[in-house]
């Protein structure tokens, strides 16, 4: 089996409240992703007004965290959720925060932006942070996806992107340092690069969270402290090739 | 009311459940603060051993992590606790999750310093590290302090370091920065110590957060979210002065 589905009870009350609760996660993994991508043109294309826009919904995604936290306390309170709901119920816990997380990291790249516009500094390394900030979003957007439709197989691709990501920083700050030596007037504005850079790893980290929560939710195995390769070889029995 | 306690139950092994589940929270939390004590002298004094030591005993942390988690599930699926306990199992989920993460974030720093020595760097900043460090374990303890007594006001202290330690990181940036350019030979040795400073600085992060559970368990209030100042507002009707 790679994908899972929300079983179905006798209480149809029940049922439409888990949907709710799974689709206010994908309206507030929509609203990140799109912080993400705003984020990443207002730096890159240097619109200080898309900035401000990240920046002024970044609310709206913790009041999304607040109220989908609020609505699993009710329906393990009052629904005594067992099995398969109550791991549902848990890895919407557990994603909610990463998908938070996420937002707080795009509007921290939003707020580097302006600063970065403003200080008119080298934009040479905007090329390697634009395709370091694409990856970041396609790891979100596939996570999301994977969530969306409880595939274990799409989860461990997305997964096991990350430490591209790593290496992607590593490379960036390499970079980074060269531009500082070359000329110290731009240290600056290349720390806010340095932070820019740090920000987008620490999402594709959140985003291989999310994955191993829809792992955890439709296998019931726990696959967090783990390396892929023992990751695929733990699923290798449940995953169809 | 500054400090919460678990409500008793009529069931007394379903309060001993609970009061192991808190035990092992502390005691996941005092093995996290070693890690950390430990990796930073390692660094401090050139001891690789010790830093080895830090890495061998991270899959106790990530242990620790995953066997309180299935407790918590439990306990959801078989007691279905309500209010105050519900509380409790929800803010134990969400610490654990954090403790995990300083874990993991002490262990880099623990394979950062052997890096550091081996590669015979400059030593000068590590008196700020060092300093950085000192408050961010500090603040790591002040929040398991304020779990184990499930205190409102200790736990508010505790989260108001928090900016503190983003000012120390911007101050060590710039300052490593000083040092790659004035001897270009020390960018690799210098940039593990950016690294090293990043880690603490997401240690007071997660530091923060758990002082933020408490919080939420002991008031019912959430106050992810809001800034220090609004948070003290907030509270200030309950908490006694």
Known sequence: MTTGTVPQHI????????????????????????????????L????????GKVIESEPKVNAYEVSIDEDCTTILARRQPAAGDLRLVMAVIKTITDLERIGDEAEKIAKMSIDMIEKHGPKTYYVSIN???NHARRMVHGALDAFARMDTKAALQVASEEPKSDAMYVAILRQLITYM????????????AVWTARAL????DHARNICEYVIYFVE???VRHISIEQMEKELSGIIDE
Chains 1, 2 share one sequence.
């Open 131 to 133: 395709s370091m900030g």
């Open 201 to 204: 790893e620490r999402i594709a």
């Open 220 to 222: 019931g195995k726990d």
């Open 44 to 51: 890159t294309e240097s619109e200080v007004e898309l900035a």
């Open 181 to 192: 030596m070359e000329d110290p007037r731009n240290i600056t504005a290349t720390i806010d």
């Open 11 to 42: 209480s149809k009350q029940y049922d439409n409240e888990l949907e709710n609760i799974r689709e206010r996660v994908l309206a507030m993994g929509g609203l990140v992703e799109e912080q993400m991508v705003n984020a990443l043109r207002a």
